[in-house]
Every structure is written in C-alpha cells, then in structure tokens.
Nanobody, 120 residues
Framework: QVQLVESGGGSVQAGGSLRLSCSAS????????MAWFRQAPGKEREFLSA????????YYAESVNGRFTISRDAAQNTVYLQMNSLKPEDTAVYYC?????????????WGQGTQVTVSS
C-alpha cells in the first residue's frame, strides 16, 4: 500500500509561484508513474501533468503547459510540481497520484489533496 502526502499548497497572488511536493511511502517509488490532478469546486477532477516511471518523460495538459513543471526525485521518493505564472482559474485542490500510467483508470493511489488559492 502506497501512501502519498502532498504539501506546499497555499494562497498566492496572480502571477506568483508555488511548488507542490508529494512524498511517497510504502512502495517502490520507481515502479509507478506519478501524476498531478486538480479539482475546482463544482468541476470534475482534471489531469495536469505526469512523469513516467524511469525515463522521466513528462506530459502536460494544455492548460498548464509552459507554466507548470513536473519532476521526480527517486532518492527522496518525492514528486514535485513547480507552478509559475499562476492564474485565479488555477484555484483548486491539487492531488498527487501514482499508478501504471496517468489516466484515471491507471491510477492506483491518491493523496489527500492540498489547496491552492490564487487571488487576482
């Protein structure tokens, strides 16, 4: 059983930056693709970014491409999401996920989420 714990959320003004961290425990970190999703009030959960198990190939949703950067540190069992040029529409609860891939059907584990609020 893998446990995922997100941190780094908070409140920031538009144009600012935040870095989210997701610490994994209870499993073999390099066995899983890691991904970030978010869910805003009244909306469905949205895929943001994923990084492959070993090669470190990264993927981004169009809405965040060029602003967000995903990375993973195998020594720390941690995946990061650097978020720059934040917009009010980025306000949501951000979730870390682990699985065989990045599509919801491939996700095996979810974190509890961390709130990000961007004010205009």
């Amino acid at each position: 059983q893998v446990q995922l714990v997100e941190s780094g959320g908070g409140s920031v003004q538009a144009g600012g930056s935040l870095r989210l961290s997701c610490s994994a425990s209870g499993g073999t970190f390099n066995s899983y693709a890691m991904a970030w999703f978010r869910q805003a009030p009244g909306k469905e959960r949205e895929f943001l970014s994923a990084i492959s198990r070993r090669e470190g190939t990264s993927y981004y949703a169009e809405s965040v491409n060029g602003r967000f950067t995903i990375s993973r540190d195998a020594a720390q069992n941690t995946v990061y999401l650097q978020m720059n040029s934040l917009k009010p529409e980025d306000t949501a609860v951000y979730y870390c996920a682990a699985g065989a891939g990045a599509t919801p059907s491939q996700i095996d584990y979810w974190g509890q989420g961390t709130q990000v609020t961007v004010s205009s």
